[in-house]
């Protein structure tokens, strides 16, 4: 594997890790939101629905550290990049080689 394609792969695995943790704290959130109207809904609630709701705002605060670090890695990895002269912005699309017998590229998103 060429230092090229394995930079374009980490990238698009990068961004997807990104993209991941983004989602599960905004579910994370809805969750949050549900306990807390669920608590003004029902009687009792208040007493028995303080604990969940605290570890829930606790793996928030876990999931934004997370986030952090993976935003730290990033830019680690793009100064690697960048020290080794490889390219950190992915095409659209990677031509993987050319198919002379039809006489086309073959093509992937990348």
Do not use: F, W, Y
Not at 58 to 67: F, G, P, T, Y
Not at 74 to 92: V, Y
């Amino acid at each position: 594997m060429t230092p090229e394609i394995a930079s374009m792969r980490i990238a698009r695995n990068i961004k997807s890790v990104e993209d991941d943790l983004d989602e599960l704290l905004a579910k994370a959130g809805e969750l949050l939101a549900e306990l807390a109207r669920a608590r003004v809904a029902t009687i009792g609630a208040a007493v028995h629905g303080q604990r969940p709701m605290a570890r829930v705002a606790a793996m928030q605060k876990s999931l934004i550290e997370a986030r952090s670090e993976i935003v730290r890695a990033h830019n680690d990895l793009s100064k690697l990049a960048e020290t080794m002269d490889i390219p950190t912005d992915c095409p659209d699309q990677a031509h993987l080689a050319d198919d002379t017998g039809a006489g086309r590229d073959i093509a992937v998103a990348a």
